[in-house]
């Protein structure tokens, strides 16, 4: 999978939860959770559709390493190896 | 014949509109059975029956909007019989038209449901044009201007029921800082060994830890009607949930006393779903008997809550830092002093310390 295919899948997942979210007003290294508004539950929602759509396992202490979106991409890619 | 009337569905509610029937005439109907899905300032609600019964007749039609305590429906009682076919001189159904009846099948529109204008109340090819006419403007207006006046609804809705509580209750304040670095190690390891979809966050602990201290302290956990305080037999919670597009309900979860931990962050995540995808229902929408409010999640160290009438408490928990919460107490002075607040509130303190009973 190319990034910018998983960059579509995380950003529709993102919308699913989020449908306010401008795609283009993303600044993809500022933390995704403050720009988003995302509380504890959207975030869970978004690690399970993350994880029910691409099968990966995402470990709650693994949160910290999906900060940004660009990290989100980096973590995803490395686990999609 | 037992009336199916415009609930309450709120504090402040004074009208909703019918949105859709679940039930036919002739459907059985059980307590607690979703019927009718009812709109009010605050949301859709999916409204259930208080009776098992029949349905015997659909007073009101999707669309329509009614005070509360108006006859929606009539059920028949478990075992009456139909009354006899109205007398002569009743009012009939509407009367339409042969070309009104033609024109409102091009147009879509269910001419039966319409008032009629012609002679006798009958519908006319008139009525079914004005009819289509008004869904199709109501259809054509951009949906950002119904959002808008939907959240323009619903701060009327929140300022009516907010004032009231102002207004009415005395409120008194308390708070307490809670260690909670044995709760998140617990949870820590907890979500580590739980498959994804069933890990359970700290809101799910603060929710049951107050639903146990309400049991143990009875005057936070009821309504305060008619001039006196009535205790609820049950703690059912009021979550806070705030919308995306602005606004917030607090529906509960039921039996919260009753419900082991991962039950309780179960309905937790299916009633932050519904509450904003649409879907609560109208129980969970009267029945709570104390709300809890979670607002640490923007970083805000403590909240003082305003209590949700004809609730007579509140819980506040700001954001987790450091291994502490501040959780507060909104109590309501007619029923409740500061002295049983505070060991209510400590009560919740020490639950938290012991995550694994909760």
Excluded: C
């Excluded at chain 2, 054509?140 to 509580?165: C, H, N, V």
């Excluded at chain 2, 987790?320 to 919740?348: N, Q």
């Amino acid at each position: 999978m190319t990034r910018e295919q998983l960059r579509t899948i995380v950003l529709e997942e993102l919308r699913r939860i989020a449908p306010e979210t401008e795609p283009g007003a993303l600044r993809a290294e500022r933390p995704l959770r403050e720009q988003v508004d995302l509380d504890s539950m959207d975030w869970l929602n978004f690690v399970v559709a993350l994880h029910e759509r691409l099968g990966v396992e995402i470990p709650e202490a693994d949160y910290a390493k999906l900060g940004t979106l660009d990290q989100t991409l980096d973590y995803l890619a490395a686990k999609l190896g | 014949m037992i009336d199916f009337t415009m609930p309450s569905l709120g504090a402040d509610m004074e009208q909703g509109k019918l949105i859709e029937w679940k039930v036919k005439p002739g459907d059985p109907v059980r307590r607690g059975q979703v019927v009718a899905v009812i709109e009010t300032p605050k949301a859709a609600v999916e409204v259930e029956s208080w009776h098992d019964g029949t349905v015997h007749e659909l007073v009101a039609q999707p669309g329509e909007t009614l005070p509360v305590g108006a006859v929606l429906a009539r059920w028949l009682a478990p075992g009456e019989a139909p009354p006899a076919a109205a007398a002569p001189g009743a009012p009939a159904r509407a009367r339409v038209s042969p070309a009104a009846r033609r024109r409102a099948a091009e147009l879509g529109v269910d001419a039966e449901a319409l008032a009629g204008t012609g002679p006798q109340g009958s519908v006319t090819v008139a009525d079914v044009e004005k009819a289509a006419a008004e869904k199709a403007a109501a259809a054509a207006r951009p949906p950002a201007d119904a959002a808008a006046a939907r959240a323009a609804e619903m701060r009327k809705a929140i300022a009516a029921a907010m004032s009231r509580s102002k207004r009415e209750i005395p409120h008194y304040y308390l708070s307490e800082t809670v260690p909670l670095a044995r709760a998140q190690a617990w949870l820590e390891a907890e979500n580590a060994r739980r498959p994804l979809t069933e890990r359970i966050l700290m809101a799910a602990l603060f929710i049951r830890a107050t639903a146990l201290a309400a049991r143990e302290y009875p005057e936070m956990n009821g309504h305060f009607r008619d001039g006196a305080f009535h205790p609820a037999e049950s703690v059912h919670v009021g979550v806070a949930i705030s919308l995306r597009r602005g606004g917030l309900v607090a529906p509960a979860i039921h039996d919260v006393q009753a419900k082991p931990l991962p039950e309780v962050m179960r309905a937790l995540g299916d009633l932050v779903r519904r509450a904003r995808a649409g879907g609560l229902r109208g129980s969970e929408m009267t029945d709570a008997t104390i709300t809890v409010t979670n607002l640490g999640e923007g970083g805000v160290e403590t909240v003082f809550g305003v209590i949700h009438p004809p609730q007579v408490a509140l819980v506040g928990f700001g954001a987790v830092r450091d291994g502490r919460v501040v959780a507060s107490l909104s109590g309501d002075h007619r029923v409740s002093d500061g002295h049983r607040g505070a060991l209510f509130l400590g009560t919740i303190a020490r639950l938290l310390q012991e995550p694994e009973k909760l």
